[in-house]
Nanobody, 124 residues
Framework: QVQLVESGGGLVQAGGSLRLSCAAS????????MGWFRQAPGKEREFGAA????????VYADSVKGRFTISRDNAKNTVYLQMTSLKPEDTAVYYC?????????????????WGQGTQVTVSS
């Protein structure tokens, strides 16, 4: 069982930056692929970024590539999402998720554990 708690969301102006954190419970954090998804009002939840258990491999959605960076600190059981050059269309609730066996990291179905989400609002 993994429990995930996101933090770091807030209100930021377009062009600004935010860093989201996701703290995980448990002593086996390093075996999970971790992902960040987001859901804007009236839209489906979409993939943002994912990172392998060791941190050696990352995957990004085209919409965030070059602006967002996912990283993890397994000693702290925490995954991060550094967001830069934020745009109003990045406004959404951001969720972190953990996957033990999923092979398609961009699919919600690969993830068995989800946090409650943190709101990010980008003003124009």
């Amino acid at each position: 069982q993994v429990q995930l708690v996101e933090s770091g969301g807030g209100l930021v102006q377009a062009g600004g930056s935010l860093r989201l954190s996701c703290a995980a419970s448990g002593r086996t954090f390093g075996i999970y692929t971790m992902g960040w998804f987001r859901q804007a009002p009236g839209k489906e939840r979409e993939f943002g970024a994912a990172i392998s258990g060791s941190g050696g491999r990352t995957v990004y959605a085209d919409s965030v590539k070059g602006r967002f960076t996912i990283s993890r600190d397994n000693a702290k059981n925490t995954v991060y999402l550094q967001m830069t050059s934020l745009k109003p269309e990045d406004t959404a609730v951001y969720y972190c998720a953990a996957s033990r066996y999923g092979s398609r990291w961009d699919y919600m179905s690969a993830y068995g554990y989800w946090g409650q989400g943190t709101q990010v609002t980008v003003s124009s």
